[in-house]
């Protein structure tokens, strides 16, 4: 069992920037895939970035690729999301996920295994 704990959303005005944290527990941390997926109101939740175990791949939404980053640091057990030239079109919730079965990247939410509650992101006009 993953616990999963979001932090860092609130409100930003257009072309500003944001930093999620994502703290996981758990030993084996470091070898699951972990993804960030955003969801707005009445749409479907949809994948933003997700990083492989060893941070060496990742892959973005091609509607935040050049202005998202994500980042892992296993000694803290957190993954990051960097934000930057926020829309917003980028207004939703944020959620982190870890999937644990040590296969490349996917993009599929229904893949995987753990997730946070959730962390508002508002980006102003």
């Known amino acids: 069992q993953v616990q999963l704990v979001e932090s860092g959303g609130g409100l930003v005005q257009a072309g500003g920037s944001l930093r999620l944290s994502c703290a996981a527990s758990?030993?084996?941390?470091?070898?699951?895939?972990m993804g960030w997926f955003r969801q707005a109101p009445e749409k479907e939740r949809e994948f933003v970035a997700a990083?492989?175990?060893?941070?060496?791949?990742?892959a973005y939404a091609t509607s935040v690729k050049e202005r998202f980053t994500i980042s892992r640091d296993n000694a803290k057990n957190t993954v990051y999301l960097q934000m930057n030239s926020l829309k917003p079109e980028d207004t939703a919730v944020y959620y982190c996920?870890?999937?644990?079965?040590?296969?490349?990247?996917?993009?599929?939410?229904?893949?995987?295994?753990?997730w946070g509650q959730g962390t508002q992101v508002t980006v102003s006009s």
């Open positions: 990083i492989g175990w060893s941070g060496g791949s990742t």
């Open positions: 996920a870890a999937d644990r079965s040590r296969r490349p990247i996917v993009t599929m939410r229904g893949l995987y295994d753990y």
């Open positions: 758990g030993r084996t941390f470091s070898y699951y895939t």
